[in-house]
């Protein structure tokens, strides 16, 4: 292992190390970082903070590029994001499936390339905050309900999640062979879904009851313009 201290990242979201270059995040341009070299991997450093890791190069001349690292630039120039090479190199990882290509052509045919491809980016986005197998299910079912836009990935794929958690209900009726059900749940009916059980004791009357009787056994009718 080895360590080479303050790379600057000037060009195009990349390190040059070793005649490659590997991405960094957007937000690393003209600063400087620390690389630690590791036998099969690459690990980028702002101060003491991990901000990229690559499977380390061995030819020369290559470049390693993440799309993570890119989406902030193409959310706001989508016209760019096709062609792009980290989403070639994506495709190539498994981490672009075919279900992210399926949901952001229905989302372009839907919405027009630029502002389909921006919803497109978004979701992405998501996949910082949730685990690729839940984005990618999210992803699968919004496309089945025809739900384009990624507050509807976000919430189903925060249902995939939860239901890794809690135990299968059962089928109220059963579904044909090929034909999974795909219904999106608006997030008020989600939220009331999940709500705690009340615990709290069903209200009684009994307290009233008793009050009756005493006013009874008093003999208590009230005078004629007396206060009730």
Same mark, same amino acid.
């Given at each position: 292992?080895?360590?080479?201290?303050?790379?600057?990242?000037?060009?195009? @979201?990349?390190?040059? /190390?070793?005649?490659?270059?590997?991405? /960094?995040?957007?937000?690393?341009?003209?600063?400087?970082?620390? /690389?630690?070299?590791h036998a099969s991997q690459l690990v980028v450093y702002d101060r003491n903070v991990e901000v990229a890791r690559h499977e380390r190069l061995i030819a020369k001349g290559g470049c390693r590029l993440d799309l993570d690292h890119y989406l902030e630039a193409l959310i706001r120039k989508p016209g760019a994001f096709?062609?792009?090479?980290?989403?070639?190199?994506?495709?190539?990882?498994?981490?672009?499936?075919?279900?992210?290509?399926?949901?952001?052509?229905?989302?372009?045919?839907?919405?027009? +390339?630029? @502002?389909?491809?921006?919803?497109?980016?978004?979701?992405?986005?998501?996949?910082?905050?949730?685990?690729?197998?839940?984005?990618?299910?999210?992803?699968?079912?919004?496309?089945?309900?025809?739900?384009?836009?990624? +507050?509807?990935?976000?919430? @189903?794929?925060?249902?995939?999640?939860?239901?890794?958690?809690?135990?299968?209900?059962?089928?109220?009726?059963?579904?044909? /062979?090929?034909?999974?059900?795909?219904?999106?749940?608006?997030?008020?009916?989600?939220?009331?879904?999940?709500?705690?059980? +009340?615990?709290?004791?069903?209200?009684?009357?009994?307290?009233?009851?008793?009050?009756?009787?005493?006013?009874?056994?008093?003999?208590?009718?009230?005078? @004629?313009?007396?206060?009730?």
């Amino acid at each position: 292992m080895s360590s080479r201290s303050l790379l600057a990242a000037k060009f195009r @979201e990349q390190i040059a /190390v070793r005649t490659n270059r590997y991405s /960094v995040p957007v937000r690393l341009i003209g600063k400087r970082v620390r /690389v630690m070299l590791h036998a099969s991997q690459l690990v980028v450093y702002d101060r003491n903070v991990e901000v990229a890791r690559h499977e380390r190069l061995i030819a020369k001349g290559g470049c390693r590029l993440d799309l993570d690292h890119y989406l902030e630039a193409l959310i706001r120039k989508p016209g760019a994001f096709p062609g792009a090479t980290a989403l070639e190199q994506a495709r190539s990882a498994g981490k672009f499936t075919p279900v992210h290509d399926a949901w952001w052509a229905a989302a372009v045919k839907a919405h027009g +390339d630029a @502002e389909g491809t921006r919803a497109l980016i978004e979701v992405l986005l998501l996949g910082r905050h949730i685990a690729h197998e839940h984005l990618v299910a999210g992803l699968a079912t919004a496309l089945r309900a025809g739900a384009l836009t990624a +507050d509807a990935v976000a919430l @189903e794929a925060r249902k995939a999640a939860q239901a890794e958690d809690e135990p299968m209900l059962p089928a109220a009726s059963p579904q044909a /062979v090929g034909q999974p059900s795909a219904t999106v749940t608006f997030l008020h009916e989600w939220k009331l879904h999940h709500l705690p059980p +009340d615990t709290r004791p069903l209200p009684s009357v009994t307290p009233y009851d008793q009050l009756l009787r005493r006013r009874r056994a008093s003999g208590g009718d009230h005078s @004629e313009g007396e206060a009730q």
